[in-house]
């Protein structure tokens, strides 16, 4: 399995960006997606995840209403659009999947089974 993270960049505070993350070896229709974030010094954090079939989406408070996750189950891939960016948003970003289950929460990092390796995105006032 792999996932491979892109779109990262530096951006002005209030701007936006958006992250891709292409999957493949995996039946990626049933698997959930998400992304974390990691800035330096701290642990992993949630971020946003997405249900297989779309119809359910789960953000973290801070970023409700400026960050919206999608997937497209034709092409393996998740995408998180990232609007009104705050210095916090800082981070290492991380999509990772995690295999179906009920009880699962996935907004952990432990519900999730495979990682990409990141991608930077930097905030500037």
């Known amino acids: 399995v792999q996932l491979q ?9 209030g701007g936006s960006l958006g992250l891709s993350c292409a999957a493949s070896g995996l039946s990626f229709s049933g698997y959930v997606m998400g992304w974390f974030r990691q800035a330096p010094g701290k642990e992993r954090e949630f971020v946003a995840r997405i249900s297989w ?10 970023v409700k209403g400026r960050f919206t996750i999608s997937r497209d ?9 990232m609007n009104s960016l705050k ?8 999509c990772a999947t995690g295999k179906p289950s009920f009880t699962r929460r996935y907004i952990h990092p432990s519900s999730y089974d495979f990682w990409g390796q990141g991608t930077q995105v930097t905030v500037s006032s």
Do not use: F, H, I, M
């Open 5 to 13: 993270a892109s779109g990262g960049g530096l951006v002005q505070a």
């Open 53 to 62: 079939n779309s119809g359910t989406t789960y953000y973290t408070d801070s």
């Open 73 to 81: 189950n034709a092409k393996n891939t998740v995408t998180l659009e």
């Open 87 to 94: 210095l916090e948003d800082t981070a290492r970003y991380y």
